[in-house]
Structures are given as structure tokens and as C-alpha cells.
């Protein structure tokens, strides 16, 4: 049977939940000042971009994926640092977490978008 395709707000979701799993994963177990900056560096985000992250990361806080540290600090919960430390069942030689925070680095090309959503589905499942 086919893959159903997925909504572009699903797909782009995924994307940018893969990109901040990904970068907090990295940095583990240090908290991360909650802006955009987290996942777009030093590139100002447009507003849609912007938004995009501010609703992920609301997301992923009100469903248990992420622990608000300081007023305005973010970081992975211990559930999901275990979750995206399991291997990759993309890139089993690697953990979920670890090829997130490597495809989070290369999201500007479609072949890493399209890793990036799938990964981050798979974590976003798993935990």
C-alpha cells in the first residue's frame, strides 16, 4: 500500500521538532535559552519560520517532550534524552538524537529536510 502523503504543516512541524530535539540533544544535559536563535543561529527567522519554532517548542513542553528549566530555558527530559539516545532505525550505527543534531546542521537541503521529518516522527512516536 502507498505512503499517505503528509500536510505541509505536518512535514514542516516535523522538521523544525527534529531540528530543536536535535540541538538540544547535542548539548545535552545543558538547558538552551528558548528563542529561535536555538535552531536558526545567527540567520534572522521570517515570522513564519519564527512562529513555526515558537508553537514546536510549546508543543513539544505541553506533551512531555521537553522540561522549561529557568524562566526562559529549555532542555530534553529524561524520557527523551533515553528515546534519542536508542540507535536510528534510518542510520542504525547512529543514535536518533545524534543523526537529528547532524541533519539539523544540513536542513537546508531537501535530502536533509526530508531525513530531518522522518527521524523526528520516528522520535516524536517512540516517546
Do not use: C
Request: proline fraction near 6%; avoid cysteine.
Amino acid at each position: 500500500m502507498p505512503k499517505m502523503k503528509e500536510p505541509e504543516n505536518i512535514v514542516h512541524f516535523k522538521e523544525m521538532a527534529g531540528r530543536i530535539l536535535g540541538t538540544l540533544y547535542a548539548g545535552h544535559p545543558q538547558d538552551a535559552w528558548n528563542r529561535p536563535s536555538l535552531v536558526f543561529g545567527d540567520d534572522e527567522p521570517g515570522d513564519n519560520d519564527a512562529e513555526l519554532y515558537e508553537n514546536s517548542v510549546n508543543y513539544l513542553l505541553e506533551n512531555g517532550y521537553l522540561t522549561r528549566t529557568d524562566p526562559g530555558f529549555v532542555r530534553l527530559n529524561d524520557r527523551s534524552f533515553h528515546v534519542l539516545g536508542e540507535a536510528n532505525p534510518l542510520e542504525p550505527k547512529k543514535s536518533i538524537g545524534a543523526s537529528l543534531a547532524d541533519w539539523a546542521g544540513k536542513a537546508t537541503s531537501e535530502t536533509g529536510k526530508t531525513l530531518l521529518a522522518q527521524s523526528a516522527g520516528a522520535a516524536l512516536v517512540a516517546l
